[in-house]
């Protein structure tokens, strides 16, 4: 039977196919927490040296690297998506993003290999964000095209459920690996684990993505747009690129901020313990994977905008107070909670912010388009939190600093979400189509 056809016929719109389609999204940003998570002990190994700071540095800033990739993999893999079809891109990006993984989980380290071995795990997330630069595009661009209408915000929630799913997975693998093995083993080889664990279930997930059908909304286009095509439409389109751009730096900088970085923040700034730390993201995902379907549906009700201008607002308000009281006062209640406000502020962004631009890009170029947009601010900003608020940190002491680069991402925000508006009616005065919904 050629694996160019789903093994069976699914209903398009149903649970069955949202766990189908967000499994790799799942296995993308799993694997993002657990470098993230395991930052200090990859630095040991792959990156050792003198001066503990420079060594997390480097790693913090091989994590970002990745992300420097994603533009690429939108340009590249959104096209692909674009003309052969919304199933054969996300099983090509799962395939890429499982290489990367295997890479991370086997390579010996400096000790073994040398200067090798921090260049094969660069290797490694360029790789990973390659593929990752498409991944988020193609499932939220899959998931609203196969919803019913007026629950498109709904359905495309769960893109960003799916990574919940994978930050509460690997933080109580992270508490159960802490429970089980001494603190040097965790270090030592304890850390590959998670890796392991990742790449042991690529295969049920390529299972499961193969039963996937193409979305109807693909399949009745009469015209398959070719690269250039694609490349042209995209450059036609470059202000709503660069206004959606705006809309997710908000999204993506809060996110690895709550997520990837409240490990490193809990364990080398508020010096809490790696329980702690672990046991503060498992809330946050929790928090995270409540909020998202609740605003998703509220903006299928309500509106996108209305919601994108509120919490932005809220942002700015309260993410540098919020973290100022409590570099104050640093006790694991006081991180929980400044947490859990952090991640109600995301998820109610996030439910809207993702919809809306799956509906803003032209359909000829929405993959790519979407793609374009996120990785860019991906890559920019979001993939270098970490490190940028570690650096902040460290340069001016003080330990509320990343508070600063949160306003900053809910200013970029609010300006897009209030540029966006004008952006999609000077395309539409420029071309024939239905109007947005704002």
């Known amino acids: 039977m050629s694996t160019n056809q789903p093994l069976h ?20 940003m799993y694997d993002f927490m657990v470098f993230g998570y ?19 540095m480097l790693t913090l800033m091989t994590f970002g690297a990745g992300f420097l990739m994603r533009p690429l993999g939108a340009i590249v893999l959104g096209a692909y998506i674009d003309h052969h079809g919304r199933r054969k891109g996300l099983l090509l990006t799962l395939g890429l993003m499982a290489i990367g993984t295997l890479t991370i989980a086997l390579v010996p380290g400096y000790a073994t290999l ?9 290797l490694g997330r360029l790789l990973q964000g390659f593929s990752a630069g498409v991944e988020l595009g193609g499932v939220s661009v899959y998931l609203s095209e196969v919803a019913p209408e007026g629950r498109k915000g709904f359905y495309v929630s769960w893109q960003s459920g799916s990574q919940q799913i994978a930050v509460i997975f690997a933080a109580l693998l992270g508490l159960l690996l802490n429970h089980l093995l001494a603190k040097e083993a965790v270090t030592e ?20 993505r193969r039963m996937l059908e193409e979305t109807d ?18 450059a036609d389109s470059w202000a709503l690129v660069l206004a959606g751009m705006l809309m997710v730096v908000t999204t993506t900088v809060m996110f690895y901020m709550i997520t990837a970085f409240t490990p490193t923040f809990g364990k080398t700034v508020l010096m809490m313990s790696d329980k702690q730390s672990f046991l503060v993201t498992l809330f946050v995902g929790i928090s995270n994977l409540f909020w998202l379907p609740v605003m998703g549906s509220l903006s299928d009700r309500f509106g996108r905008r209305p919601l994108l201008i509120l919490f932005t607002i809220l942002m ?8 100022h009281w409590l570099v104050g006062s640093p006790t694991f209640a006081h991180l929980l909670e400044a947490e859990l406000w952090l991640s109600f502020l995301y998820a109610s962004y996030n439910g809207a912010m993702v919809v809306y631009l799956t509906e ?12 374009l947009a996120y990785s860019l601010a991906t890559a920019l900003f979001g993939g270098f939190t970490p490190a940028v608020s570690s650096y902040l940190i460290h340069t001016t002491g003080d330990k509320a600093m990343p508070g600063v680069w949160l306003t900053f991402a809910a ?11 004008r952006m999609v009616k000077q395309y539409r005065a420029r071309h024939s189509g239905a109007p947005v919904r704002a």
């Open 217 to 234: 909304a693909f399949s009745q286009r009469k015209h398959r747009p070719t690269m250039r095509e694609i490349m042209r439409s995209v």
């Open 411 to 421: 200013v970029c925000g609010l300006i897009g979400t209030l540029l966006i508006g």
């Open 189 to 208: 080889w304890g850390w590959r684990i998670p890796f392991v664990i990742g790449c042991m279930i690529v295969p049920f997930l390529f299972w499961i």
């Open 38 to 56: 395991y930052a200090t002990a990859i630095a040991k190994t792959f990156f050792p040296g003198d001066n503990p700071f420079a060594s997390l």
């Open 9 to 28: 016929k699914t209903s398009q719109g149903g649970a069955k196919t949202i766990f189908s389609v967000t499994s790799g999204n799942f296995l993308e």
């Open 360 to 371: 803003i890009m032209p359909a000829e170029v929405r993959a790519s388009g979407f793609s």
């Open 316 to 323: 700015i308000l309260t993410t540098w107070p919020v973290l």
């Open 114 to 122: 040398g200067a090798a071995a921090p260049i094969l795990i660069l």
